[in-house]
């Protein structure tokens, strides 16, 4: 895994998120407490003064790890977010672990038809899934959610020129060029917090972050941020490895994001 410029992935993601917030009337952000969507967080306030501008939306199933809800509330009140809470239900899906996929997406429709979100900012990395490789950094979703992953705009020379499609939304990829070790690098070099659960504890660790239901933890004595870059400098296991959902063929993966998955 090869580390990037950092100063050149925050200008353009500072630079997408500007756009966005000037493009769009209603922006809202994506927060799991996971390392990508808090670094976007960081991002966002560097952009805007020391403050996210934009309310951030929890897709909460209701058996997130404890560790989660005290991160989200802590940094909640730390740097003064205007959280959303949408409840998601736990019903028989597509991927079958009821407890995300379509289910979040679900709920994450109702909280935007409540609060009449037009664009809404996702902290999704191109390396982290096949499927999400074939993303825009502005990406339209029909009234539906349904992503057109065949026909997507064309992004040349910083002009992301995507417009909504009658009731439908925009998403936001702020982070696509990052990768894992950019993510950690940069959280080291900015101080920005991080959930606990990251960190080794009796030689066990997360790496990628869900519910309580569908990720387990990985083989790992990293106790700081630096035992983890070091310990992704030579691992050749994929970094969703953890996440049961993604594990399901390409072609479901590629189905739920056609309809709206995250």
């Given at each position: 895994?090869?580390?990037?410029?950092?100063?050149?992935?925050?200008e353009?993601?500072?630079?997408?998120?500007?756009?966005?917030?000037?493009?769009?009337?209603?922006?809202?952000?994506?927060?799991?407490?996971?390392?990508?969507?808090?670094?976007?967080?960081?991002?966002?306030?560097?952009?805007?003064?020391?403050?996210?501008?934009?309310?951030?939306?929890?897709?909460?199933?209701?058996i997130?790890?404890?560790?989660?809800?005290?991160?989200r509330?802590?940094?909640?009140?730390?740097?003064?977010?205007?959280?959303?809470?949408?409840?998601?239900?736990?019903?028989?899906?597509?991927?079958?672990?009821?407890?995300?996929?379509?289910?979040?997406?679900?709920?994450?429709?109702k909280?935007?038809?409540?609060?009449?979100?037009?664009?809404?900012?996702?902290?999704?990395?191109?390396?982290?899934?096949?499927?999400?490789?074939?993303?825009?950094?502005?990406?339209?979703?029909?009234?539906?959610?349904?992503?057109?992953?065949?026909?997507?705009?064309?992004?040349?020379?910083?002009d992301?020129?995507?417009?909504?499609?009658?009731?439908?939304?925009?998403r936001?990829?702020?982070?696509?060029?990052?990768?894992?070790?950019?993510?950690?690098?940069?959280t080291?070099k900015?101080?920005?917090?991080?959930?606990?659960?990251?960190?080794?504890?009796n030689?066990y660790?997360?790496?990628?972050?869900g519910?309580?239901?569908?990720?387990?933890?990985?083989?790992?004595?990293?106790?700081n941020i630096?035992?983890?870059?070091?310990?992704?400098?030579?691992?050749k296991?994929?970094?969703?490895?953890?996440?049961?959902?993604?594990?399901?063929?390409?072609?479901?993966?590629?189905?739920?994001?056609?309809?709206?998955?995250?």
């Amino acid at each position: 895994m090869i580390k990037q410029d950092l100063n050149q992935l925050e200008e353009k993601s500072i630079y997408i998120i500007r756009e966005a917030q000037s493009k769009f009337k209603n922006i809202a952000g994506l927060w799991s407490m996971g390392k990508d969507s808090t670094a976007m967080l960081a991002i966002a306030k560097k952009a805007f003064m020391g403050k996210v501008p934009f309310p951030i939306i929890h897709i909460d199933n209701g058996i997130d790890f404890p560790e989660t809800y005290e991160f989200r509330d802590m940094l909640t009140k730390k740097w003064k977010l205007n959280l959303i809470v949408a409840k998601s239900k736990i019903n028989k899906e597509l991927s079958g672990f009821s407890c995300c996929g379509s289910n979040k997406t679900d709920a994450l429709k109702k909280v935007m038809a409540e609060y009449g979100f037009d664009a809404l900012i996702v902290s999704i990395r191109r390396d982290e899934h096949g499927i999400r490789s074939k993303e825009r950094y502005m990406s339209p979703r029909d009234e539906n959610f349904k992503w057109n992953y065949k026909e997507q705009p064309t992004e040349l020379w910083n002009d992301y020129s995507s417009k909504l499609d009658n009731k439908g939304h925009i998403r936001i990829h702020p982070l696509l060029d990052w990768n894992e070790i950019d993510i950690w690098t940069y959280t080291k070099k900015d101080k920005i917090p991080i959930n606990p659960l990251y960190i080794s504890r009796n030689g066990y660790r997360y790496r990628s972050l869900g519910c309580t239901r569908c990720t387990i933890p990985i083989k790992s004595n990293a106790k700081n941020i630096n035992d983890i870059i070091k310990e992704l400098s030579n691992t050749k296991i994929e970094e969703r490895s953890g996440r049961q959902q993604d594990k399901e063929k390409e072609y479901v993966m590629q189905k739920l994001r056609a309809l709206g998955y995250m």
